[in-house]
């Protein structure tokens, strides 16, 4: 069984930059996709970026696009989020999630089957 873990979350003034890190376990990972995504207090569920875990293409949700740069080390089963120029709307709790199946759009949290626990990012004005 797969589990997901999530690391870098923290405090940061505006204009600063966090990085977040998603550690996989698990006999076999060889996901899809994987995706960040977030969920401030009394918000829905927020995407925010999705990467193809083979072949690295990319996916961001406009409100980062240019801010926010996703990657992944598939030697190390980990997965990245660099966030720079961050403001008080990036507050929130980031999830990593991981798809098993092939389901489009990547976007979308209802086609991620594989949760980490969260890390929480504040963005001080």
């Given at each position: 069984?797969?589990?997901?873990?999530?690391?870098?979350?923290?405090?940061?003034?505006?204009?600063?930059?966090?990085?977040?890190?998603?550690?996989?376990?698990?006999?076999?990972?060889?996901?899809?996709?994987?995706?960040?995504?977030?969920?401030?207090?009394?918000?829905?569920?927020?995407?925010?970026?999705?990467?193809?875990?083979?072949?690295?293409?990319?996916?961001?949700?406009?409100?980062?696009?240019?801010?926010?740069?996703?990657?992944?080390?598939?030697?190390?089963?980990?997965?990245?989020?660099?966030?720079?120029?961050?403001?008080?709307?990036?507050?929130?709790?980031?999830?990593?999630?991981a798809q098993s199946r092939?389901?489009?759009?990547?976007?979308?949290?209802?086609?991620?089957?594989?949760?980490?626990?969260?890390?929480?990012?504040?963005?001080?004005?």
């Amino acid at each position: 069984q797969v589990q997901l873990v999530e690391s870098g979350g923290g405090l940061v003034q505006t204009g600063g930059s966090l990085r977040l890190s998603c550690a996989a376990s698990g006999r076999t990972f060889s996901p899809y996709a994987m995706g960040w995504f977030r969920q401030a207090p009394g918000k829905e569920r927020e995407f925010v970026a999705a990467i193809g875990w083979n072949g690295g293409s990319t996916v961001y949700a406009d409100s980062v696009k240019g801010r926010f740069t996703i990657s992944r080390d598939k030697g190390k089963n980990t997965l990245y989020l660099q966030m720079n120029s961050l403001k008080p709307e990036d507050t929130a709790v980031y999830c990593c999630a991981a798809q098993s199946r092939a389901l489009w759009p990547i976007n979308l949290f209802q086609h991620y089957n594989v949760w980490g626990q969260g890390t929480q990012v504040t963005v001080s004005s």
